[in-house]
């Protein structure tokens, strides 16, 4: 399969990707590497992990990081309580203590996490780690020794390794530099806001019921709100909301009534001193513009 | 095709060139390793190698690890493959080491400046040099300096880079004081025995649910406040950068400017972009590099700012000479309004040290029973060793 299949089936899928990804995306999969992307938020990383897993026919898994994520939250934990019960019912059988430690230690016992559920699946899954910069630079360390092994080692049991090879998709926002290692280990591609046409294309793949007339007004008017000094610069989601927004209102033109543009505003700006700065005026100048 | 750069009839074939555009890249500062080179063989075995544009997506995947690579690869994917709009010459990729006499000379240089980024972090560090610039404007002036002066001349970007990295860790000595006493928490790093026991009555003496309890933080606030009056413009780079760089760590901080006033710069500083940043903070300081009224302005931070931001958990930061054109008795007052607040008070003083200075600076004589510290700090390098002593707090 060459790279502009790939392109083509996740255009199917509502997912418009530039070469870049594309390209960097074919080589994952052919070369067997973890992805990690980065861009701003609102560019459609982690929807790449799901329109993956859909071109491929398999499932995603995923795993949010934050801020104290440990391995018991994102590789297994010992389900302690059914242990316990099952200590107790051995207990009353009289079952000897090294064959109960044999069975609580077992596999049934085990509550597999999404690192260990990927690695063990029949087909190849898409394993989306998401947000990989908000995680601590340990669980991070444990990930390299995952991501270069595909085994998982659990002191009673042994090492498991992996069945198949998941798709390791990475994303991360930036709010902390990840080590040259994970970036060494993975390909890399950096996402960035779309240019006019593909975000055109991205917005007629999703909303195919929008004029063409006014989604290049909706288009041109993004573009252009995205060059002024915002604290949240709006992503392709809030594109989507924004068209999805005037279409709901009625809105042909963007240019027509001032006071819906302004109120349709708050599908793209996130934060108040946004919408403090971005006035009926500063609207009215951009949507000209973009007419 | 005579875009295309002509290898010499030497050339070994195609790995060696791979090989040889590695290594071109290692040169101009990215970080590749062998791995890298065999990876970007199967590469583009799985695409048209022959296609420069495809290569170059599918080698820009490969050989990039973070956003500044993937701005500086298309130029150096140009300069070694498609001839790099110069007259062709022919390379021969035989060894590593060949690439350094086909690069672009600026190109280069912008590897060297990538590479020297961590070097500038002693601005003023000569002491020599300071002195003899100090030396003119150690007396404090009670004139305002009109003339505004940009603190972008000052200070740079790369300066700041070094200062957040003293910040955080100056930071995070003063901030992370964990409690001693332990509190049920979701998530700990002990068993919460008393709740255990208490919680194991509901299931017959069986322990079943397993409480946690950890420590939890006592987090401390900085509220650091720079003097930029004459006096202290030799060391201005130094602080400011340093108090750009505590803002850009710590989203708790906060930070103040004086020469005649008070300026709160927390917000200015907050700006992503570094040097918008200071460029807002040069609007705010006009009159930088003016006269010194330190007893007036920390009394004015004392009665403003200080009862929204300052409380028992706070350490304030002066970074100021003690010479003061108010009367001592002034400053005196003014800490002890401040310290009634229950906060704790650090002095660093760049000329503290010198020999003649104990009896010219009568207004660091009166502040000095108010500090909990008093040091001598002038290069980032001081900042960064009061790391241990700032922990002791």
Same mark, same amino acid.
């Given at each position: 399969?060459?790279?502009?299949? =790939?392109?083509?089936?996740?255009?199917?899928?509502?997912? #418009?990707? %530039?070469?870049?990804?594309?390209?960097?995306?074919?080589?994952?999969?052919?070369?067997? *590497?973890?992805? =990690?992307?980065?861009?701003?938020?609102? #560019?459609?990383?982690?929807?790449?992990?799901?329109?993956?897993?859909?071109?491929?026919?398999? $499932?995603?898994?995923?795993?949010?990081?934050?801020?104290?994520?440990?391995?018991?939250?994102?590789?297994?934990?010992?389900?302690?309580?059914?242990?316990? =019960?099952? !200590?107790?019912?051995?207990?009353?059988?009289?079952?000897?203590?090294?064959?109960?430690?044999? *069975?609580?230690? %077992?596999?049934?016992?085990?509550?597999?996490?999404?690192?260990?559920?990927?690695? $063990?699946?029949?087909?190849?899954?898409?394993?989306?780690?998401?947000?990989?910069? $908000?995680?601590?630079?340990?669980?991070?360390?444990?990930?390299?020794?995952?991501?270069?092994?595909?085994?998982?080692?659990?002191?009673?049991?042994?090492?498991?390794?992996? #069945?198949?090879?998941? !798709?390791?998709?990475?994303?991360?926002?930036?709010?902390?530099?990840?080590?040259?290692?994970? *970036?060494?280990?993975?390909?890399?591609?950096?996402?960035?806001?779309?240019? $006019?046409?593909?975000?055109?294309?991205?917005?007629?793949?999703?909303?195919?019921?929008?004029?063409?007339?006014?989604?290049?007004?909706?288009?041109?008017?993004?573009?252009?709100?995205?060059?002024?000094? =915002?604290?949240?610069?709006?992503?392709?989601?809030?594109?989507?909301?924004?068209?999805?927004?005037?279409?709901?209102?009625? #809105?042909?033109?963007?240019?027509?009534?001032?006071?819906?543009?302004?109120?349709?505003?708050?599908?793209?700006?996130?934060?108040? %001193?946004?919408?403090?700065?971005?006035?009926?005026?500063?609207?009215?100048? !951009?949507?000209?513009?973009?007419? | 095709?005579?875009?295309?750069?002509?290898?010499?009839?030497?050339?070994?074939?195609?790995?060696?060139?791979?090989?040889?555009?590695?290594?071109?890249?290692?040169?101009?500062?990215?970080?590749?390793?062998?791995?890298?080179?065999?990876?970007?063989?199967?590469?583009?075995?799985?695409?048209?190698?022959?296609?420069?544009?495809?290569?170059?997506?599918?080698?820009?995947?490969?050989?990039?690890?973070?956003?500044?690579?993937?701005?500086?690869?298309?130029?150096?994917?140009?300069?070694?493959?498609?001839?790099?709009?110069?007259?062709?010459?022919?390379?021969?990729?035989?060894?590593?080491?060949?690439?350094?006499? /086909?690069? /672009?000379?600026?190109?280069?240089?912008?590897?060297?400046?990538?590479?020297?980024?961590?070097? &500038?972090?002693?601005?003023?560090?000569?002491?020599?040099?300071?002195?003899?610039?100090?030396?003119?404007?150690?007396?404090?002036?009670?004139?305002?300096?009109?003339?505004?002066?940009?603190?972008?001349?000052?200070?740079?970007?790369?300066?700041? @880079?070094?200062?957040?990295?003293?910040?955080?860790?100056?930071? &995070? &000595?003063?901030?992370?004081?964990?409690?001693?006493?332990?509190?049920?928490?979701?998530?700990?790093?002990?068993?919460?025995?008393? @709740?255990?026991?208490?919680?194991?009555?509901?299931?017959?003496?069986?322990?079943?649910?397993?409480?946690?309890? /950890?420590?939890?933080?006592?987090?401390? @606030?900085?509220?650091?406040?720079?003097?930029?009056?004459?006096?202290?413009?030799?060391?201005?780079?130094?602080?400011?950068?340093?108090?750009?760089?505590?803002?850009?760590?710590?989203?708790?901080?906060?930070? +103040?400017?004086?020469?005649?006033?008070?300026?709160?710069?927390?917000?200015?500083?907050?700006?992503?972009?570094?040097?918008?940043?200071?460029?807002?903070?040069?609007?705010?300081?006009?009159?930088?590099?003016?006269?010194?009224?330190?007893?007036?302005?920390?009394?004015?931070?004392?009665?403003?700012?200080?009862?929204?931001?300052?409380?028992?958990?706070?350490?304030?930061?002066?970074?100021?000479?003690? +010479?003061?054109?108010?009367?001592?008795?002034?400053?005196?007052?003014?800490?002890?309004?401040?310290?009634?607040?229950?906060?704790?008070?650090?002095?660093?003083?760049?000329? @503290?040290?010198?020999?003649? +200075?104990?009896?010219?600076?009568?207004?660091?004589?009166?502040?000095?029973? /108010?500090?909990?510290?008093?040091?001598?700090?002038?290069?980032?390098?001081?900042?960064?060793?009061?790391?241990?002593?700032?922990?002791?707090?």
């Amino acid at each position: 399969m060459a790279w502009t299949d =790939l392109q083509s089936d996740m255009a199917t899928q509502g997912y #418009v990707a %530039s070469d870049d990804l594309a390209v960097a995306l074919h080589l994952a999969l052919t070369l067997g *590497r973890p992805m =990690l992307l980065e861009g701003a938020a609102g #560019v459609g990383k982690t929807e790449v992990a799901r329109v993956l897993a859909a071109v491929q026919d398999t $499932r995603l898994l995923r795993l949010q990081c934050y801020e104290g994520l440990d391995a018991a939250q994102a590789i297994y934990e010992w389900n302690y309580q059914r242990q316990l =019960l099952s !200590i107790r019912a051995a207990a009353e059988h009289g079952e000897t203590g090294s064959s109960v430690e044999a *069975r609580i230690f %077992s596999e049934d016992f085990l509550l597999e996490r999404p690192l260990l559920a990927a690695i $063990r699946q029949e087909k190849p899954p898409v394993l989306l780690i998401d947000e990989i910069d $908000r995680a601590d630079e340990e669980f991070e360390a444990y990930l390299l020794e995952i991501l270069a092994d595909y085994q998982i080692t659990i002191p009673e049991l042994g090492t498991i390794k992996a #069945v198949t090879q998941p !798709i390791v998709v990475l994303t991360s926002n930036g709010t902390r530099d990840l080590s040259d290692a994970l *970036r060494r280990r993975c390909l890399y591609t950096y996402v960035d806001y779309p240019d $006019r046409p593909t975000e055109l294309a991205i917005l007629a793949a999703r909303c195919p019921e929008i004029e063409m007339e006014l989604a290049a007004q909706v288009i041109g008017f993004v573009q252009n709100i995205r060059k002024e000094e =915002l604290e949240k610069t709006p992503g392709i989601a809030e594109t989507l909301d924004f068209a999805a927004a005037l279409m709901g209102l009625g #809105v042909a033109d963007l240019t027509a009534d001032p006071a819906v543009l302004q109120a349709s505003l708050t599908t793209l700006l996130k934060t108040q %001193s946004d919408q403090a700065n971005i006035t009926t005026e500063v609207a009215q100048r !951009i949507a000209g513009r973009a007419a | 095709m005579s875009r295309v750069t002509r290898f010499s009839a030497r050339d070994p074939g195609p790995a060696a060139r791979i090989s040889g555009f590695l290594a071109h890249l290692r040169e101009n500062g990215l970080r590749l390793g062998v791995a890298e080179t065999d990876l970007a063989l199967s590469a583009l075995c799985q695409i048209k190698a022959t296609r420069p544009e495809q290569s170059r997506l599918a080698l820009r995947a490969i050989c990039t690890g973070c956003k500044e690579d993937v701005d500086r690869f298309d130029a150096l994917f140009d300069s070694f493959w498609l001839n790099g709009g110069r007259v062709k010459r022919k390379i021969a990729p035989t060894s590593g080491i060949s690439a350094k006499n /086909h690069v /672009h000379s600026s190109r280069s240089a912008q590897g060297e400046a990538r590479s020297g980024g961590g070097e &500038a972090t002693s601005p003023d560090a000569g002491s020599g040099r300071s002195e003899a610039g100090g030396q003119g404007k150690l007396i404090a002036t009670e004139v305002t300096n009109l003339m505004k002066k940009d603190l972008r001349d000052l200070v740079q970007p790369a300066d700041i @880079k070094a200062a957040e990295q003293v910040a955080r860790r100056l930071g &995070a &000595a003063l901030r992370d004081r964990r409690s001693r006493r332990r509190r049920a928490a979701r998530k700990g790093d002990r068993l919460h025995f008393r @709740k255990v026991i208490r919680q194991s009555l509901a299931s017959g003496g069986e322990p079943f649910q397993l409480p946690l309890k /950890h420590r939890p933080d006592r987090s401390r @606030k900085i509220a650091a406040i720079c003097d930029v009056s004459g006096s202290m413009s030799v060391y201005a780079q130094v602080f400011l950068a340093f108090l750009a760089g505590l803002m850009r760590a710590d989203p708790t901080a906060d930070a +103040y400017l004086f020469h005649t006033r008070l300026v709160r710069i927390t917000d200015a500083l907050r700006d992503k972009d570094a040097l918008r940043a200071l460029a807002r903070m040069s609007l705010m300081a006009d009159g930088f590099a003016g006269g010194s009224k330190i007893g007036g302005s920390l009394g004015q931070f004392a009665d403003s700012y200080a009862k929204r931001f300052v409380d028992g958990r706070t350490v304030v930061l002066i970074l100021s000479d003690g +010479y003061d054109t108010d009367a001592p008795e002034v400053l005196s007052a003014a800490l002890a309004r401040l310290k009634k607040r229950g906060c704790k008070v650090i002095w660093l003083n760049p000329l @503290k040290g010198w020999q003649e +200075y104990e009896a010219t600076a009568r207004g660091m004589a009166a502040a000095l029973p /108010h500090l909990d510290l008093f040091k001598a700090a002038n290069t980032l390098d001081d900042l960064a060793a009061l790391e241990p002593e700032l922990v002791r707090i």
